[in-house]
């Protein structure tokens, strides 16, 4: 048994990855801005001990970090820029460093040390160039597409309405995977450092195009649901930043080895597109969207 400080732990990512060590009889220190917060307090429930850090508040990630064996790191850029994520991911670095720990684990984007070219992906390679620099033992694992994005936002409010609307020719493939695998792969190389420490990993549970997702889709909802190829000019009125990622899965593609992962790391369970699409409460989330449109 080890102590394993996550951050983002009421994230989707962090939650899972706290959740599959928390069940396996690790400590974790579930850090957040937000202690009060409902997904804090399940967190507590199950046993985590909940700790405030702010990326902007040294003292508060030093004080998290003290004393823990290792951690689970993940940053964003949605809700600040791709510079404060830059910057606040090289504050936990340091703050990893000065805490003396074992291991290091960074979860960032699939392809993000190919040159992409996307904004969200390059802040990301930045702080995995300056992890490895840092000297403490490291691992990045590096998601696919995210399936929990079909769940909310635009996709969400399209799928009420019979449409799953995608910036992609419906015919192209494209690798995806669940946050829960995610949380199960750090879970996994957390525990097996020596195994892991110096790797950077690609991984993806699933393969779809978007014709597929919507067939699968339309079979979990109960309901036909038309794919529709939404204009990567549309896409670029809402976030240049999204529509070059979409123009980027489109053109050169996001392959991830998602067979040899299956077959390597059975540990993980990893989660079809149908596993995952059949296990979301489907009439609750349309029903959410519904009311949101109508507010």
């Keep these: 048994m080890f102590t394993v400080a996550v951050t983002g732990a009421t994230g989707a990512q962090g939650g899972a990855a706290a959740r599959t060590l928390l069940a396996a009889g690790h400590r974790v220190r579930a850090l957040t801005r937000r202690p009060d917060s409902p997904a804090a307090v399940a967190l507590r429930d199950l046993g985590a001990d909940v700790r405030r850090a702010d990326f902007d508040d040294n003292a508060s990630l030093d004080a998290a970090l003290a004393g823990a064996d290792a951690l689970f790191a993940v940053t964003t850029p949605f809700g600040t820029d791709l510079a404060t994520e830059t910057r606040q991911g090289r504050a936990l670095v340091d703050a990893a460093v000065t805490a003396r720990l074992g291991h290091v684990v960074l979860t960032t984007a699939a392809h993000a040390d ?100 919507a067939e699968i889709l339309a079979a979990a909802i109960g309901r036909p649901i038309a794919c529709r190829e939404v204009p990567l000019t549309y ?38 597109f149908a596993d995952w699409a059949t296990a979301q409460d489907w009439p609750a989330l349309l029903a959410s969207a519904a009311a949101h449109t109508r507010h």
């Design 114 to 213: 190919r040159g992409t070219g996307v904004p969200h992906y390059e802040s990301k390679y930045l702080v995995e160039q300056y992890l490895r620099g840092c000297g403490v033992p490291w691992t990045v694992i590096a998601p696919a597409a995210f399936m929990d994005n079909y769940a909310s936002g635009w996709t969400l409010d399209g799928l009420r309405d019979g449409t799953f609307a995608w910036p992609m020719p419906a015919d192209r493939p494209l690798t995806l995977i669940p946050a829960a695998d995610i949380g199960a792969f750090a879970a996994l190389a957390l525990q097996r450092r020596d195994e892991f420490a110096g790797r950077r990993i690609d991984i993806a549970s699933d393969e779809r195009t978007p014709a597929e997702m």
């Design 235 to 272: 896409v670029r009125t809402r976030s240049e930043d999204l529509a070059a990622m979409f123009e980027y899965f489109t053109t050169v593609g996001l392959d991830v080895d998602v067979a040899g992962l299956r077959q390597a790391y059975p540990e993980v369970a990893w989660h079809s």
